[in-house]
């Protein structure tokens, strides 16, 4: 089951100058984000805490072949995907296939905080979803 809005990921081209901007807008100090925070390689970002509840990631891609170097590409910067929240990311991913949802991959992905899915933005008229499950403890 689906717990909660957990935040959205924007795709940014220059993430030093997007960072700076969205903290003097946001008002909130960005945590930095390794390629090992991401269940795909070569991307880096910045993560806003809002309220110790929501997050806003900003992330650039350090590689021409990225989802996300393909997306602003083809879209430019903006709303990559939206992140929620669930137990358990397998049965989620089982539920919405059955209702005739298209995912990318057919396994979770398992990275530094917990493991995620994704669901195809055509799927979702245009919008990626991001199954997030953290790490328990």
Wanted: charged share 20%; glycine share 8%.
């Amino acid at each position: 089951m689906i717990k909660r809005f957990f935040g959205v990921n924007v795709a940014v081209k220059d993430l030093d100058s997007a960072t700076k901007r969205f903290t003097e807008v946001l008002g909130v100090k960005p945590t930095p984000m390794a390629n090992a925070d991401f269940a795909f390689p070569n991307l880096i970002g910045s993560q806003f805490t809002l309220g110790n509840k929501v997050v806003i990631r900003l992330i650039a891609s350090q590689a021409p072949d990225t989802s996300i170097a393909r997306f602003i590409d083809t879209r430019g910067e903006g709303l990559f995907l939206i992140t929620v929240e669930t137990n358990d990311v397998e049965k989620e991913m089982q539920s919405l296939i059955k209702k005739g949802v298209r995912l990318i991959g057919s396994e979770p992905i398992q990275h530094t905080s917990g493991k995620v899915g994704f669901v195809h933005p055509k799927s979702l008229h245009g919008v990626q979803l991001e199954l997030f499950q953290p790490k328990s403890g």
